[in-house]
T-cell receptor, first 115, second 112 residues
Framework: SAVISQKPSRDICQRGTSLTIQCQVD?????MFWYRQQPGQSLTLIAT?????????ESGFVIDKFPISRPNLTFSTLTVSNMSPEDSSIYLC????????????FGPGTRLTVL | DAKTTQPTSMDCAEGRAANLPCNHS???????VYWYRQIHSQGPQYIIH???NNETNEMASLIITEDRKSSTLILPHATLRDTAVYYC?????????????FGKGTTLSVSS
């Protein structure tokens, strides 16, 4: 299994500002995944972060808006830049369990409200 | 295109079995069926997965039809804490290391 922590757990931000979300895993993992969950909706994949290379973004998400860092095998950050109220969502990071194909573990999420 | 179809919502009485269906009529031979659930305000949680045989663990049972075009997740004795959104996901072995893609899922409401 993997234990994932995220910081902050929630935040209220003003439009036009940026917020960096941290994700820490208790074991080394190759891939880390970032998701967004808008109110009342399912999870949408933002990007996949591989240590040592640039993140791969899904359609509709761009690096300028959601820059991601992956400095080592246990840590990643997602920044939500130049925020607008439409960015109000829960942001979750996730990893695949080592040797357990298809079993992903998720962090508790960061609840972001943009005013 | 969605690989799975699930009912939007279901209700279940506490203590009764909850049977959650999932249709995956286009599933291919090397694709597994995974079930996750998301309790309110938490990240999704893995429940169970299977290829073609029925599976059981401490949380649930997974029944996959012989033609593999549909499956049912069974919570044998539902409790109020099982109220959650349940996601059925089809995934191929070659997709190891890639992210899960979530559909809309089924909202299960367990009431006393």
């Amino acid at each position: 299994s993997a234990v994932i922590s995220q910081k902050p757990s929630r935040d209220i931000c003003q439009r036009g500002t940026s917020l960096t979300i941290q994700c820490q895993v208790d074991s080394q993992v190759t891939m880390m995944f970032w998701y967004r969950q808008q109110p009342g909706q399912s999870l949408t994949l933002i990007a996949t972060a591989n240590q040592g290379s640039e993140a791969t973004y899904e359609s509709g998400f761009v690096i300028d808006k959601f820059p991601i860092s992956r400095p080592n095998l246990t840590f990643s950050t997602l920044t939500v830049s130049n925020m607008s109220p439409e960015d109000s969502s829960i942001y979750l990071c996730s990893v695949e369990a080592s040797g357990r194909f298809g079993e992903q573990f998720f962090g508790p999420g960061t609840r972001l409200t943009v005013l | 295109d969605a690989k799975t179809t699930q009912p939007t919502s279901m209700d279940c009485a506490e203590g009764r079995a909850a049977n959650l269906p999932c249709n995956h009529s286009t599933i291919s031979g090397n694709e597994y069926v995974y079930w996750y659930r998301q309790i309110h305000s938490q990240g999704p949680q893995y429940i169970i997965h299977g290829l073609k045989n029925n599976e059981t663990n401490e949380m649930a049972s997974l029944i996959i039809t012989e033609d593999r075009k549909s499956s049912t997740l069974i919570l044998p004795h539902a409790t109020l804490r099982d109220t959650a959104v349940y996601y059925c996901i089809v995934r191929a072995a070659w997709e190891a290391g890639t992210a899960l893609i979530f559909g809309k899922g089924t909202t299960l409401s367990v009431s006393s």
